[in-house]
């Protein structure tokens, strides 16, 4: 636990694009003494003041992005893992902050996927995130850069002796709330007591059954359901024996279906009906799985209908492929473990930074659809509502309720493909780590199926297109961290086209992180 607490920290540091003590996370904990997994959420909630009305495209404009202070939400990151320690944390605020905190203030090198995402980015003047990482856009730093971020270090100090609510109040507190309010970009409004009212979700998972065990997962609003769903689809519609193309069919049609799924239901459980639970029933599972064909691919599919749900319901737009995620994956000598994910939702959230403190963009993930009469959306702009989180890390326990598999990785709406496939590699083929999280990768989110460039996957392409797939050849990085018990103890895996690293210690005591290495 404190492991997986101190890493987060460093993370924030090593991997500002996607991880901020201002932004998300989500994460599950296996006590292994109890046998049992619980969930924790720590998505942000939207202010009282954010309004429908801010999609409304301004003149010139064809749609209009929540974004600047518009897009921050209050956040509860720091709280979620004040949740966590709680629950399993031994060494003090001030021990796990301490690494973090030095790294802060001596430097960290730019990691490539942020200079590449900064590169891209314009930061205003007196955004704070400008005097943290100079020129963005054109010349801007590469990677390797070292940055520097001693106000960051401060409020690490801080959480080492205040704890986990240094930033709904205090100094910290009333600089994002000052930020939000004056910022050149959309100023909005985010009271303290918002700032301080964002708690985590702490929960049991969501589980499925999956060759004779448990794959678990966060409950909504992250896309954890959509996982399983994903995952339970595809055990249900395949053959026993499936070929390289079965694989590839099955997958796309099963996430692809989830997906829709998605659009439809998922939202904060807190502000609108959850029918997730009732998605992932046995009865649903195969009622869904009957629209899946071996042999032909009947294109983009609606949503799956249930009881009891609100009437005027209508599908969100389309969710991000990809979303800059970090994660980390540890289990102690005792066996026990955690999964964690970390987002800012967008690369460097809203583009500002309170006290070094880089702000999520957590409102941009609400669904972007303008509203209409008796038409009800469950991701819409709420007052108080936490936006679709699209991440979630995955446990697997087997029937004894023994951890078998921990894995986390990117977010965005192909997280799903990429989690079932080394679920469904791992628990019902019995491949390694390391060849599930290497393997070929195949999305299908919303349309199109999409292929791995340069890997086997290519050759699938025409048999696809025979059976009325339409397909894509791109870049399909997942950023997984994966762990999977072995003949002797577990074996660790990271995706082999990231960052990340792996390593395991025999015979059971692993640990992976998704962490650049740290520069000189």
């Known amino acids: ?54 999609l409304e495209p301004e003149e010139g404009e064809t749609a209009r992005p929540i974004d600047g202070g518009q897009a921050v939400g209050a956040p509860s990151l720091l709280p979620m893992l004040g949740a966590l320690h709680k629950v399993g ?19 960290a090198p730019l990691t490539r996927d942020a200079a590449k995402a900064l590169s891209r980015l314009y930061f205003p003047h007196f955004s704070g995130a400008d005097e943290i990482f100079g020129t963005s856009g054109e010349g801007a730093a590469p990677a390797g850069t070292i940055i520097r971020n001693p106000m960051l270090a401060n409020v690490f100090y801080a959480i080492g002796r205040d ?50 065990s448990a794959l678990c997962a966060p409950p909504a609003p992250t896309l954890g359901p959509f996982v399983l769903e994903t995952t339970a689809l595809f055990e249900a519609a395949a053959p026993a024996n499936p070929t390289g193309l079965d694989w590839a069919n099955i997958l796309a049609q099963a996430h692809r279906a989830a997906m829709a799924d998605a659009r439809y239901y998922l939202g904060d459980p807190l502000k609108f009906p ?4 009732t998605l992932l029933e046995p009865e649903a599972i195969v009622r869904r799985a009957h629209a899946i064909q071996a042999d032909q691919d009947r294109g983009l599919p609606g949503a799956m209908r249930l009881r009891g749900t609100p009437i005027g319901m209508a599908s969100g737009a389309p969710a991000s ?39 999520n963009a957590a409102n941009s993930a609400f669904d972007r659809s303008l509203g209409h009469p008796g038409i009800v959306r469950a991701n819409a702009v709420r007052p108080g509502a936490r936006p679709r989180l699209d991440l979630a890390p995955i446990m697997a326990l087997d029937g004894e309720r023994r951890l078998i598999l921990v894995a986390a990785g990117s977010g965005g709406s192909d997280a799903p493909a990429f989690l079932a496939e080394v679920a469904i590699a791992t628990l019902k083929f019995g491949m390694s780590a390391e060849a599930a999280v290497a393997a070929p990768n195949v999305a299908s989110s919303h349309r199109a199926t999409r292929l791995e460039i340069r890997s086997p996957a290519e050759r699938l392409e025409n048999g696809l297109r025979d059976i009325g797939h339409q397909t894509e050849i791109t870049a399909l990085p997942s950023g997984l961290v994966v762990a999977s018990k072995g003949a002797v103890g577990f074996e660790a895996a ?14 059971a005591t692993w640990r992976a992180l998704d962490l650049p290495k740290r520069g000189s």
């Open 163 to 212: 704890g986990a609510g240094v930033l709904s109040g205090g100094i910290a507190g009333h600089s994002i709330k000052r930020l939000i309010a004056d910022t050149r970009r959309r100023p909005a409004t985010l009271t303290l007591d918002e700032l301080g009212g964002a708690v985590p979700t702490v929960a049991p998972p969501v589980c499925v059954a999956l060759a004779r």
């Open 89 to 107: 944390g031994r060494l003090s605020w001030a021990k796990l902050a301490q690494e973090a905190e030095v790294l802060a203030r001596t430097g």
């Open 494 to 507: 990271a995706d082999p086209r990231g960052e990340g690293a792996a390593k395991a210690k025999p015979p």
């Open 321 to 359: 492929r990809h979303i800059p995620t970090a994660s980390i994956v540890v289990v102690d000598r005792h066996g026990s473990a955690v999964a964690l994910s970390l987002t800012l939702t967008k690369p460097f959230g809203a583009g500002l930074a309170a006290r070094g403190v880089l702000l």
């Open 1 to 54: 636990m404190d492991a997986a607490i101190a890493g987060a920290f460093i993370m924030t540091v090593t991997m500002p694009d996607a991880a901020s003590l201002g932004g998300a996370g989500a994460a599950l904990h296996y006590d292994a003494e109890g046998r049992h997994i619980t969930a924790f959420v720590g998505r942000e909630t939207a202010g009282a003041a954010i309004d429908p009305s801010w």
């Open 274 to 277: 959850d029918m997730t639970p």
